[in-house]
């Protein structure tokens, strides 16, 4: 009977925890995404040689490949740059977020 008034009394305690979203705004140390500047690379062949330059070309810290039909999280995050792929592994998109 104590081992369920304990773990009675640690559920309501743990019910009291919140999450802290981060603060909005570029993440610490910069890194934010211009999509323009990877577009010469929409109708080329997919590859890490690719992602290299599109993270280069963009600014962008990170790297989100999308297959047709992916699916992703809606999060934004302005130093993320999302490459959209077609069924022939061609580079479709490329945006931020």
């Not at 140390?29 to 280069?56: M, P």
């Not at 999308?66 to 479709?92: H, W």
């Amino acid at each position: 009977m104590k081992t369920l008034t304990a773990m009675g009394i640690l559920m309501l305690a743990s019910a009291c925890v919140s999450v802290v979203p981060p603060p909005p705004g570029p993440p610490p140390g910069g890194g934010s995404c211009n999509a323009a500047g990877g577009q010469g690379l929409v109708g080329r062949a997919a590859s890490s040689q690719l992602g290299t330059e599109a993270l280069r070309l963009t600014g962008a810290r990170d790297l989100r490949w999308i297959p047709p039909g992916g699916m992703v999280t809606m999060d934004y995050r302005p130093d993320r740059l999302n490459i959209e792929t077609d069924a022939q592994n061609r580079v479709r998109t490329i945006r931020c977020g």
